[in-house]
């Protein structure tokens, strides 16, 4: 009989450790943003649109709120603020509506942690709310900009009153998490809550900082006080925490900026599991660079120290969910194998069958032990705030000209070897010593309205930069873009321009040699022959340029646009017989 308990024991306990818990949806891979995956940063970005689900899905979605911070990350990486907009609202609602798992502690308790709607670490929901932020800084929402911020400033949990050193490292965190939820280790330091910790204020610089500038900017249109005392009260807030970032506070204060970039570098640091039964976690860093970032714009030369540094974040236990009930889980798993295992080498069958029954559950509560893997893989290693003055447009003025289509089929007026042009001047960044992070902006012309504009770049990584990020030259114009040194065709025709065919715009193309024939209508029917999405109210899939049918042009001063306008393309290939016919 006892052989026969172990039997089943063995086989039981070969199919509850084969059948692993669910496995989070991150992949390094599967959404790119930097490095040499930047060409297929479009095509990560359309293919989260279309994965995005309904809102009314948020209680059975469970990457609800994962993906769609992914998306407000590509989207603005891209250069389109626009497909921004709706997921952003949503994450903003779900992050500050409490109690969104309340349905699921059950099942997540019993089967496995991943059950649970992602709602991140805390370092990762202050990270979502900046994003939320930077989106509405763009738009120049400044209320939005600092109401996404002030939720990024959120009180954290410190368990660590009793550590000498105000440190404490994740094992220990769980120790303590689970002796105080069974009545245990409750000190005068933490007797001020039944969970064992206090609140505390946040170090989250990014978000003090973009909420002073909100501020700021809030007080320079509105002319309100409130927001100019509540705006040095923030940076005062930072010089306490970080005081070499003082040079860049007295920046903020002159107010002699036009533009803000908000710079992200380097890959975020990779979640997985460690201790018992994969019980705890950790973040390993990808990167560590704490390098300052070089900017250069005509003959100036500035070095900004980065805001904040997410492997300090990911690591420090004030930004930190508790592990306790995982690490109590594994445990207790033990615990019952340890006594089923006695149980059962009993010679009375009535014990057998129970220690056998302590088995399975020591082992089910093993295997459902693991912690949650799921992280947001976009997230940079760091930030930079850069104030910054765009010039004032100026079309041409980069030496030398943008290479021509090399396959000019003969249309009068096609732009071969047209210059390239500048739209004012250019703004390179680099982080110091990391020659692969170079990126040169173009196209960014100082705001007409005299308010500060607002743009998001996302760096590059590897070795050396594409030559497309360091040309300095746009190739191409479209919508918002600036206009070329000559006139230019409808990239369908052989030309140079990606602008939505409006009344305005078929007459410039008439200068570059449009038979005259064409009237707006028989323009726009080409376009619409050749299956291109005209307007904007077509959601923003991938761009002309690069084999799709969206001319919406992304916006100049992001990776987005460097990566579509300032480098060569294909020749475009006609579908229709109508613009077939107007190639010779």
Not at 543 to 559: A, K, M, V, W
Request: charged fraction near 20%; charge should be neutral.
């Amino acid at each position: 009989m006892t052989n026969r308990i172990a039997l089943v024991c063995i086989i039981m306990a070969t199919c509850l450790t084969g059948c692993e818990a669910p496995k989070g949806t991150s992949s390094d891979n599967q959404y790119p943003a930097t490095g040499n995956t930047a060409s297929q940063l479009a095509r990560a970005r359309v293919a989260l649109q279309k994965r995005l689900t309904d809102s009314r899905t948020v209680q059975t979605d469970r990457d609800y709120l994962l993906n769609r911070l992914r998306l407000t990350i590509l989207g603005l990486a891209d250069g389109y603020p626009q497909v921004v907009g709706r997921p952003a609202d949503e994450l903003f609602e779900m992050l500050t509506t409490h109690g969104i798992n309340e349905a699921k502690e059950f099942e997540a308790t019993v089967f496995h942690e991943e059950l649970r709607i992602w709602k991140g670490e805390p370092f990762e929901q202050a990270m979502a709310f900046h994003y939320i932020a930077t989106h509405y800084a763009i738009l120049g929402s400044w209320d939005n900009v600092r109401a996404a911020s002030l939720n990024s400033l959120s009180q954290l949990r410190d368990y660590s009153h009793e550590s000498e050193t105000g440190t404490i490292n994740a094992d220990a965190l769980a120790d303590r998490a689970k002796a105080i939820e069974n009545g245990q280790a409750i000190t005068p330091a933490t007797a001020t809550n039944a969970n064992g910790y206090v609140t505390v204020e946040n170090d989250f610089t990014l978000g003090y900082l973009l909420c002073a500038i909100a501020n700021e900017q809030l007080a320079r249109t509105l002319g309100d006080r409130d927001r100019a005392n509540e705006a040095r009260g923030l940076f005062d807030q930072v010089l306490k925490l970080r005081p070499s970032l003082a040079p860049l506070i007295a920046a903020f204060k002159r107010e002699q900026f036009n533009t803000l970039l908000i710079v992200d570098a380097g890959q975020g640091p990779r979640k997985a599991r460690t201790g018992p039964d994969g019980a705890l976690t950790i973040y390993n860093p990808i990167d560590r660079s704490r390098a300052p970032l070089i900017v250069r714009s005509g003959n100036s030369e500035q070095t900004f120290d980065l805001v904040s540094d997410l492997n300090r974040l990911a690591t420090s236990h004030l930004w930190r969910g508790r592990e306790g009930a995982r690490l109590a889980k594994s445990t207790v798993g033990t615990g019952m194998m340890m006594g089923g295992s006695v149980a059962a080498s009993s010679r009375d069958p009535a014990t057998q069958w129970a220690g056998l029954g302590l088995i399975l559950g020591g082992l089910y509560a093993k295997a459902t032990a693991g912690a949650d893997t799921r992280y947001c893989e976009l997230l940079p290693q760091r930030v930079y705030l850069v104030p910054a003055n765009a010039p004032a447009p100026a079309p041409g003025s980069f030496p030398g000209s943008a290479p021509g289509n090399p396959k000019n089929r003969g249309i009068s007026g096609a732009t071969s070897g047209a210059s390239g042009a500048s739209g004012g001047g250019w703004i390179q960044l680099q982080v110091k010593g990391q020659l692969g992070t170079r990126l040169t902006l173009t196209g960014l012309t100082a705001p007409q309205s005299g308010k500060v504009q607002v743009r998001y770049v996302r760096l590059l990584d590897g070795t050396d930069p594409p030559p497309w990020a360091i040309s300095g030259k746009i190739h191409y114009a479209g919508d918002g873009t600036p206009a070329l040194a000559k006139p230019s065709l409808p990239y369908i025709l052989g030309g140079r321009s990606v602008h939505q065919p409006t009344w305005e715009q078929v007459g410039r193309w008439r200068e570059a040699g449009l038979p005259t024939e064409l009237d707006t209508n028989a323009v726009v029917d080409l376009f619409k022959q050749e299956k291109i999405e005209l307007g904007d109210g077509n959601p923003i899939g991938i761009h002309l340029l690069e084999g799709g049918r969206t001319l919406t042009s992304p916006l100049p001063g992001s990776l987005g646009f460097v990566r579509l306008f300032c480098q060569e393309h294909p020749i475009y290939q006609p579908r229709s017989q109508a613009v077939q016919r107007l190639w010779p």
